[in-house]
């Protein structure tokens, strides 16, 4: 059994608008994978799409209290890391700049040690107008195929770093 996020109560699956969870098994230590989460200005390396993404404090890595910002599908977007335990769970909350209907996110990652590596699963909840419209209604599916491209980038990613570094 695999732990799941977290969740603050206002981001709650039970009352989201869009819910989605993937998951894969990596065959690499969950410190190789966790590396690679926290570098956040460097996820394009590995996940193209997340090419935009900057660290507002001047840190190199994320942490709790960090804030970022980011562009996914073309919208800009403010996080703030709201857990982070290392090696096992990164979360964040976000929120889509410009946007007048409050509508926010919620992401995390649960890294879970197995007998060949590791367990890597993302959850993530959409609340409000904007991701109702934008992700719900013109694009459905696409929290999970995102997210399934992402796990399965930094699964191949964490492997290949961990086969190259013994």
């Not at 989201?16 to 200005?41: C, F, Q, R």
């Not at 964040?92 to 509508?103: F, L, N, P, Q, R």
Request: aromatic share 10%; hydrophobic share 35%; charged share 20%.
């Amino acid at each position: 059994m695999y732990d799941h996020v977290i969740w603050p109560e206002r981001y709650h699956p039970n009352s989201a608008a869009i819910y989605g969870l993937n998951d894969i098994d990596v065959e690499a230590p969950p410190h190789v994978v966790w590396k690679l989460l926290v570098d956040s200005e460097n996820w394009y390396r590995y996940f193209t799409p997340e090419n935009q993404v900057k660290i507002l404090g001047g840190e190199r890595e994320l942490a709790l209290g960090t804030k970022l910002t980011r562009v996914t599908g073309g919208y800009p977007m403010s996080l703030e890391i709201t857990e982070c335990v290392p090696g096992q769970r990164l979360a964040w909350a976000t929120t889509v700049d410009g946007d007048e209907t409050g509508s926010t996110a919620y992401h995390g990652w649960v890294i879970t040690p197995t007998a060949r590596g590791c367990h890597l699963l993302t959850e993530e909840t959409q609340h409000g107008a904007f991701f109702l419209e934008m992700v719900g209604r013109q694009n459905p599916g696409l929290l999970y195929r995102y997210h399934q491209k992402w796990v399965e980038s930094l699964a191949r990613a964490a492997e290949e770093h961990h086969r190259a570094r013994p």
